[in-house]
């Protein structure tokens, strides 16, 4: 009886010691691999359709395997029209307005914590409004498209991208906020070329 109370034991320390160990050593995913991505990898088709990403999160030819010299984001656009042309041309420029909007949102974003950071007083306050303002009126040139991918369906998707250069030309940098605005911008977006975030 107490062998197979014993063997009974050890069986279920085996079984224990084998769970944590595969919790513990168990591969982490890659948070890249969001719903978009996965539904492209299904569908064979390239990862970068339905994404924006900057320069960083392409570790590894992760979304696009082109060669971009310069730091920057991706955002990709799409479009079906008669012909192929006319699609292309279409899908461009609904590239070119996400990669806009995003770019935009996210400069908005970062002046809004440095606005904390300094204090809610009336001047910086009023820095920022000055700002927001700014941001909202500008145009960003030099977006070009780096790839594009036509479905059996005949959708045209293309993958647009604006250099980091391009976004220091067009961003307001006139006043010491707008200047500590973007040398944070700018520095978060070097930073995700770092390292891209894991998750379980």
Not at 5 to 29: E, H, P
Not at 46 to 57: D, K, L, V
Not at 161 to 188: C, H, N, Q, R, W
Request: hydrophobic share 35%.
């Amino acid at each position: 009886m107490k062998r197979i109370i014993g063997a009974a034991l050890a069986a279920m320390l085996a079984v224990f010691m084998t769970g944590c160990g595969s919790t513990d050593g168990a591969t982490k995913g890659d948070a890249r691999k969001t719903a978009v991505y996965n539904q492209n990898e299904e569908l064979n088709r390239p990862h970068w359709i339905g994404a924006q990403f900057s320069t960083g999160m392409n570790k590894n030819n992760y979304y696009w395997g082109g060669a971009v010299d310069e730091k920057g984001w991706f955002t990709s656009g799409e479009a079906k029209y008669a012909d192929i042309k006319a699609s292309t041309s279409a899908a461009d420029l609904d590239g070119k307005s996400q990669i806009a909007t995003h770019v935009k949102q996210d400069i908005v974003t970062t002046a809004k914590e440095v606005a904390a950071n300094e204090g809610a007083d009336g001047e910086t306050q009023k820095d920022l409004d000055n700002f927001v303002g700014s941001v909202a009126s500008v145009k960003i040139s030099g977006i070009m498209r780096v790839d594009r991918w036509i479905s059996s369906d005949g959708t045209v998707y293309v993958l647009m991208f604006v250099p980091e250069s391009e976004i220091k030309k067009a961003t307001p940098s006139d006043s010491p906020f707008a200047k500590k605005v973007m040398e944070k911008y700018l520095g978060k977006l070097d930073k995700e070329s770092e390292s891209a975030p894991v998750s379980e």
